[in-house]
Each structure stands twice: as structure tokens, then as C-alpha cells.
């Protein structure tokens, strides 16, 4: 029986998948920088922060695969971003190296791409587009996954999530939203598949509306039941609460997109254009 860890565990994301995951991974090992507040009597917790790199050992000791969703997961101050997700991300595959786990399954973001426009459908071979320090942070963690899976021999799945809720919440998720049963599939995917490597998948549902190519997800077996087309009359009553957003409306990324916002929109159209 593997043990695996999963970091975030108090997250928005690690809060729904602890109930999702145990009857797949009986043995599953939860940490974050503190325990979640209902921790459960059955739950195995390890507390560690990610920036600090003795601690990330401890919690990789004896461990076989990792899910990692810790670290920060919007938009925010450089220094955060910093700590949580570069040093964080960093101390996460090098320690996973370190103790010889098997897999790292890394939660990546939809923001490493949110400069491409929403009409502009991209596979993930194309260059990052990040829309902010979260989204470099990201493309960060999805090189050094690159780097440990090349020079190390680690199998490595990152997952660039779109939006994991039990619903689409507004126009912009009905493209993008996945449901939670899904992540569990592609987490499985990088946990057992015999072929990964290095990995990119889209962590997105069986969205019509898609702007995203996910054919490697599918070619590895990922077979989405999430449709957010079911959901459509709930996302678009959400969405009419919001205000205009002429850049984060245009881009992938929305209101990540238009956050701090002072570049020049047409330039980075042109460059899509290429
Ligand atoms: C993300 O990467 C964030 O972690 C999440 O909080 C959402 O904001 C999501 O992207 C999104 O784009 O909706």
C-alpha cells in the first residue's frame, strides 16, 4: 500500500480531496503550514512549513508519492509568493529527491498561460504567459519538475488546474471549472500511470467550452465526467453580479489578468497573433 502525502491539506482544494482520496489511498500522510480544523481522529497530519527545508524531509520520510496543492494559491505579495512557492516548491521536489520518493504530482495553475486570450485555444506546448507572481511562481514549480524529473529520475505530473469547486462559478469557470471527482483522476494518473515521465495536463472537466487542448490527459486515460454545460444557468447568474473587466474578460487568466494592470493590451494581442 503506498503512502502518499499531500500537502495543502487545509486548503480550499486539500479539504475536498481528504474525503476523496482515503478509500484510494488508505494510507495517505496530510500536512500543511497548520492542521485543518476538523481534523478527523482517522487523519494522519504532519505539520511543516515548505520554505523551511528540514521540515519538508521530515514530512517526505517513508513517503511514495506526493500530491503537492501547498503553498499560496492566489495572487499576492512578492515576498509570500517567494517563500510559500519558489523556496516552497523548491524544498518540496528536493527533499522528495532527497528521501527517494517516487512521484510528485504538482499542482499547478490555469495563471502560468492567463496572458492568452479566450478565443485562443492552446495545448501545453506553448511558451507561459503568466499573469502575475503566482502564475511565474507555477511555471517555476513546473520547471523544477521538469528538472528533477530530467536529472533525477523523478516522475513528474503537473496539473494546471483551471478552477476545482462543486460548480462553474461565474462565465469565465464554465470554460474552465473541474469537478473534483476529476482532479482525483489525474492525481491518480501521475500517482500510478507506468509511463509518466514529466507531465503537463490541463486540470480542467469535459467543458464545450474549453479553450484548452488536453489530448496528452486523454492519451493517458483521463476520462472527465464533469460537464459544466450542466451548470450553465448557475455560472451565468454569478457572473451578473460581477463588474465589466475589459482586460481580465478578454484573457484566460480574468481578474488575475487585470490585476495591477498598466501594460498595453494590443501589444499582447499582437503577440497571440504571431
Ligand atoms: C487558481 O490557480 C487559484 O488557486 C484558485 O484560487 C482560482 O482563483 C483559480 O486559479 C481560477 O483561476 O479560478
Same mark, same amino acid.
Given at each position: 500500500?503506498?503512502?502518499?502525502?499531500?500537502?495543502?491539506?487545509?486548503?480550499?482544494?486539500?479539504?475536498?480531496?481528504?474525503?476523496?482520496?482515503?478509500?484510494?489511498?488508505?494510507?495517505?500522510?496530510?500536512?500543511? =503550514?497548520?492542521?485543518?480544523?476538523?481534523?478527523?481522529?482517522? %487523519?494522519?497530519?504532519?505539520?511543516?512549513?515548505?520554505?523551511? #527545508?528540514?521540515? /519538508?524531509?521530515? !514530512?517526505?520520510?517513508? $513517503?511514495?508519492? !506526493? =500530491?503537492?496543492?501547498?503553498?499560496?494559491? @492566489?495572487?499576492?505579495?512578492?515576498?509570500? !509568493?517567494?517563500?510559500?512557492?519558489?523556496?516552497?516548491?523548491?524544498?518540496?521536489? &528536493?527533499?522528495?529527491?532527497?528521501?527517494? @520518493?517516487?512521484? $510528485? +504530482?504538482?499542482?499547478?495553475?490555469?495563471?502560468?498561460?492567463?496572458?492568452?486570450?479566450?478565443?485562443?485555444?492552446?495545448?501545453?506546448?506553448?511558451?507561459?504567459?503568466?499573469?502575475?507572481?503566482?502564475? +511565474?511562481?507555477?511555471?517555476?514549480?513546473?520547471? @523544477?519538475?521538469?528538472?528533477?524529473?530530467?536529472?533525477?529520475?523523478?516522475? +513528474?505530473? /503537473?496539473?494546471?488546474?483551471?478552477?476545482?469547486? %462543486? *460548480?462553474?462559478?461565474?462565465?469565465?469557470?464554465?470554460?474552465?471549472?473541474?469537478?473534483?471527482?476529476?482532479? $482525483?483522476?489525474?492525481?491518480? =494518473?501521475?500517482?500510478?500511470?507506468?509511463?509518466?515521465?514529466?507531465?503537463?495536463?490541463?486540470?480542467?472537466?469535459?467543458? %464545450?467550452?474549453?479553450?484548452?487542448?488536453?489530448?496528452?490527459?486523454?492519451?493517458?486515460?483521463?476520462?472527465?465526467?464533469?460537464?459544466? &454545460?450542466?451548470? @450553465?444557468?448557475?455560472? #451565468?447568474? %454569478?457572473?451578473?453580479?460581477?463588474?465589466?473587466?475589459?482586460?481580465?474578460?478578454?484573457?484566460?487568466?480574468?481578474?488575475?489578468?487585470?490585476?495591477?494592470?498598466?501594460?498595453?493590451?494590443?501589444? !499582447?494581442?499582437?503577440?497571440? *497573433?504571431?
Amino acid at each position: 500500500m503506498p503512502r502518499i502525502l499531500m500537502t495543502g491539506a487545509s486548503g480550499g482544494i486539500g479539504t475536498r480531496l481528504r474525503t476523496l482520496l482515503p478509500p484510494i489511498y488508505p494510507d495517505l500522510l496530510l500536512s500543511d =503550514i497548520r492542521p485543518p480544523a476538523d481534523l478527523g481522529p482517522n %487523519e494522519k497530519f504532519k505539520a511543516a512549513d515548505l520554505s523551511d #527545508m528540514a521540515q /519538508c524531509e521530515a !514530512i517526505c520520510d517513508g $513517503v511514495d508519492g !506526493i =500530491i503537492h496543492f501547498g503553498g499560496y494559491s @492566489v495572487e499576492g505579495p512578492w515576498d509570500d !509568493i517567494l517563500q510559500a512557492n519558489i523556496i516552497g516548491g523548491y524544498n518540496l521536489f &528536493e527533499a522528495a529527491h532527497r528521501k527517494g @520518493v517516487k512521484r $510528485v +504530482v504538482f499542482a499547478s495553475s490555469n495563471h502560468t498561460v492567463g496572458f492568452y486570450p479566450r478565443h485562443h485555444k492552446i495545448g501545453t506546448d506553448v511558451t507561459v504567459r503568466p499573469d502575475g507572481r503566482y502564475g +511565474v511562481s507555477k511555471a517555476f514549480g513546473e520547471a @523544477v519538475g521538469a528538472l528533477y524529473a530530467d536529472k533525477h529520475g523523478l516522475k +513528474v505530473t /503537473c496539473i494546471r488546474i483551471g478552477n476545482c469547486d %462543486e *460548480k462553474p462559478l461565474d462565465h469565465r469557470r464554465i470554460a474552465m471549472w473541474l469537478k473534483p471527482e476529476d482532479l $482525483v483522476q489525474l492525481c491518480r =494518473i501521475g500517482l500510478e500511470h507506468p509511463d509518466i515521465h514529466f507531465e503537463v495536463f490541463y486540470g480542467v472537466s469535459l467543458n %464545450e467550452r474549453a479553450w484548452w487542448d488536453n489530448h496528452r490527459a486523454y492519451e493517458f486515460g483521463y476520462r472527465p465526467t464533469g460537464r459544466s &454545460e450542466d451548470h @450553465v444557468a448557475h455560472a #451565468m447568474a %454569478e457572473q451578473a453580479k460581477l463588474k465589466p473587466d475589459p482586460i481580465g474578460d478578454y484573457f484566460q487568466g480574468g481578474a488575475f489578468a487585470s490585476k495591477e494592470f498598466d501594460g498595453d493590451a494590443s501589444r !499582447i494581442i499582437d503577440w497571440n *497573433k504571431r
